[in-house]
């Protein structure tokens, strides 16, 4: 079982260039998350998909945009990369989202991104 | 709002001896509560989560926490720290609210462990 698969693992980009970075999950989970992790910062909700065709912003989504490009894979794209994006991002999926729903999120190991 | 506050951000404990990882919360409404943990270079992997069956749960590799409501606490223990234990660990909190404000991550807590 894969689980979450995020590509690339690591990328360095100059300031305005884009990108888009992939994820995809063979857990047949309804739900998606993209979360950006700095240091002492713990993991702060950039956009999520709480289902096929639907997604949302989350706590620090200005700078980003998303694709749920069907039920398995989430993409982020950066349009204008700016240093401030430096960070490692973490996709990850639940089974479910919603009002008092417990479950757990599963997460890919990361995409390490520098911006110079 | 819902928001969590881990009380140390770098614990380091002897191989063998006990862990402790102190995590706080606060929520208007009965929370779920998750510890998860991260090794280098990994993704975070859940350790267990508290979602009202039990005060006490067990999770994997030996980690438990309790879930004190008088205390808003939900403390990580391992009677016996192991060398492979070190990593960073994550106390998360998740509330009725959807979407962007049902999860809410703590800062980390780093665990060391010395032979």
């Known amino acids: 079982n894969a689980g979450v698969t995020q590509t690339p693992k690591f990328q360095v980009l100059k300031t305005g260039q884009s990108m888009t970075l992939q994820c995809a999950q063979d857990m047949n989970h309804n739900s998606m998350y993209w979360y950006r992790q700095d240091p002492g910062m713990g993991l702060r909700l950039i956009y999520y998909s709480a289902s096929e065709g639907t997604t949302d912003k989350g706590e620090v989504p200005n700078g980003y945009n998303v694709s749920r490009l069907n039920k398995r894979e989430f993409s982020l794209r950066l349009e204008s990369a700016a240093p401030s994006q430096t960070s490692v991002y973490f996709c990850a999926s639940s089974e479910l989202e919603g009002f008092w729903s417990n479950q757990p999120q599963h997460f890919g190991d990361g995409t390490r991104l520098s911006i110079l | 709002a819902q928001s969590v506050t881990q009380l140390d951000s770098h614990v380091s404990v002897s191989e063998g001896t006990p862990v402790l990882l102190r995590c706080n919360y606060s929520?208007?409404?009965?929370?779920?509560l998750f510890w998860y943990v991260q090794h280098p270079n990994k993704g975070l992997q859940l350790l267990l989560k508290?979602?009202?069956?039990?005060?006490l749960v067990k999770g994997i590799n030996g980690f438990e926490a309790e879930f004190k409501k008088s205390e808003t606490s939900f403390h990580l223990t391992k009677p016996s720290a192991h060398m492979s234990d070190a990593a960073e660990y994550f106390c998360?909190?998740?509330?009725?609210?959807?979407?962007?404000?049902?999860?809410?991550f703590g800062s980390g807590t780093r665990l060391q462990v010395q032979p």
């Open positions: 929520s208007s409404y009965s929370p779920s």
């Open positions: 508290y979602t009202s069956a039990a005060t």
């Open positions: 998360v909190v998740r509330g009725p609210d959807t979407g962007r404000r049902a999860l809410t």
